[in-house]
């Protein structure tokens, strides 16, 4: 910080700089998360996909029609809470960026990094 209380030119390329990371580092943290849950969703999947595949052979129609049925609205409420999950995780992310570069600015507004 300047005389005045200006921010330096160095200072303002920091917080860009910490702007443009603190994204990238969440989105690499959140895509390895979900690579994993991924792959574990994968697997559980074709563990499903077989069961059913199994139960199928042994159901009327209506039956088959009532499974279909109940399956269509599990992966309906499945879809709302995995959106509603990514936008709490969006809204998170977001507040913690604006949390750590407010909190950088007020470190360095209030002299903490001045040299001795």
């Given amino acids: 910080v300047g005389p005045g209380g200006m921010l330096s030119a160095d200072f303002?390329?920091?917080l860009d700089g910490i702007d443009m990371l603190l994204p990238k580092s969440l989105?690499?943290?959140l895509k390895t998360?979900?690579?994993?849950l991924t792959q574990l969703l994968s697997a559980a999947l074709t563990h499903i996909d077989v069961q059913l595949n199994i139960a199928r052979q042994?159901?009327?129609k209506e039956a088959k029609v009532k499974m279909y049925l109940d399956a269509k609205q599990h992966l309906q409420?499945?879809?709302e809470e995995a959106d509603q999950s990514m936008a709490e995780l969006?809204?998170?992310v977001r507040s913690n960026m604006t949390l750590t570069r407010d909190?950088?600015?007020s470190?360095?507004?209030s002299g903490e990094l001045e040299k001795d």
């Fill in 33 to 36: 998360l979900y690579r994993t």
């Fill in 58 to 60: 042994h159901l009327d």
């Fill in 90 to 92: 969006e809204r998170m």
């Fill in 12 to 14: 303002t390329r920091l």
């Fill in 27 to 29: 989105d690499i943290k």
């Fill in 77 to 79: 409420l499945f879809q």
């Fill in 103 to 105: 909190s950088l600015s």
């Fill in 107 to 109: 470190i360095v507004k």
